[in-house]
């Protein structure tokens, strides 16, 4: 088996950067979701209101929202991560810029689907994707790069 030695970029420390913002946008939804909740009056452990309460009261709806779009960043967090920080080994600019855009995108999301309802996420889901799209090639090409490279 072989082994190779590689240096990180100097330039990683963006690509780090980008992977730190993500623990404000995770505080950001907890905010969102936690004023919700006060709001409606759902108690804990509850995770959304029901159907009939969310269709009766728009705070219960608003709810839902912030609640589903904490649970959508869990679930787009790990494999952003993954590939940001593999991308940014070989690409750190680049991955630095896509990386941005999934933070951006994901901000705008956040906001505009608790505010705005489903059809307010729209852009924010559209930018984001864009920038995971791209960490995500970029990822790929890193370590095809280090498999030819062995």
Do not use: C
């Given at each position: 088996?072989?082994?190779?030695?590689?240096?990180?970029?100097?330039?990683?420390?963006?690509?780090?950067?980008?992977?730190?913002?993500t623990?404000?946008?995770?505080?950001?939804?907890?905010?969102l979701?936690?004023?919700?909740?006060r709001?409606s009056?759902?108690?804990?452990?509850?995770?959304?209101?029901?159907?009939?309460?969310?269709?009766?009261?728009?705070?219960?709806?608003?709810?839902?929202?912030?609640?589903?779009?904490?649970?959508?960043?869990?679930?787009?967090?790990?494999?952003?991560?993954?590939?940001?920080?593999?991308?940014?080994?070989?690409?750190?600019?680049p991955?630095?810029?896509?990386?941005?855009?999934?933070?951006?995108?994901?901000f705008?999301?956040?906001?505009a689907?608790v505010?705005?309802?489903?059809?307010?996420?729209l852009?924010?889901?559209?930018?984001?994707q864009?920038?995971?799209?791209?960490?995500?090639?970029?990822?790929?090409?890193?370590?095809?790069?280090?498999?030819?490279?062995?």
């Amino acid at each position: 088996m072989a082994s190779f030695v590689f240096e990180i970029p100097r330039e990683y420390g963006y690509v780090l950067a980008v992977a730190t913002s993500t623990l404000f946008i995770n505080t950001y939804h907890k905010f969102l979701s936690a004023a919700a909740r006060r709001a409606s009056g759902i108690q804990y452990p509850t995770p959304y209101a029901t159907q009939e309460q969310a269709d009766r009261d728009p705070k219960a709806f608003r709810f839902n929202l912030a609640q589903r779009a904490h649970a959508n960043y869990g679930e787009n967090l790990t494999p952003f991560l993954a590939g940001l920080l593999v991308a940014g080994l070989r690409y750190p600019g680049p991955a630095y810029y896509a990386g941005a855009a999934w933070v951006v995108g994901r901000f705008a999301y956040a906001y505009a689907y608790v505010n705005f309802g489903p059809k307010g996420r729209l852009p924010g889901y559209v930018v984001s994707q864009l920038g995971k799209l791209a960490v995500t090639v970029l990822a790929v090409m890193t370590s095809y790069h280090m498999i030819q490279e062995a």
